[in-house]
């Protein structure tokens, strides 16, 4: 939903990244680096492709472009 990239070089979901750094003070979960807050900088590129991606799944489920997927035969 939020995914923001942290200068341990990961990303992770803001909500669960913030939630985890105020219980474990400020600590990577993957690294052990000290983390500031103000350092959590959005992952654009990852949010566009997973929106990209939901919305070909959801296209597919409810059938919608189809079509698209189609192989013609001539």
Do not use: H
Request: include cysteine; aromatic fraction near 6%.
């Amino acid at each position: 939903r939020d995914p923001c990239f942290c200068l341990d070089g990961n990303t992770y979901e803001r909500a669960s990244i913030f939630r985890y750094l105020t219980e474990n003070e400020m600590m990577s979960p993957l690294t052990g680096q000290r983390v500031l807050m103000s350092t959590l900088t959005p992952n654009s590129t990852l949010k566009a492709i997973s929106t990209s991606i939901c919305s070909m799944k959801s296209s597919i489920k409810t059938g919608v472009g189809l079509k698209d997927f189609q192989v013609s035969r001539k």
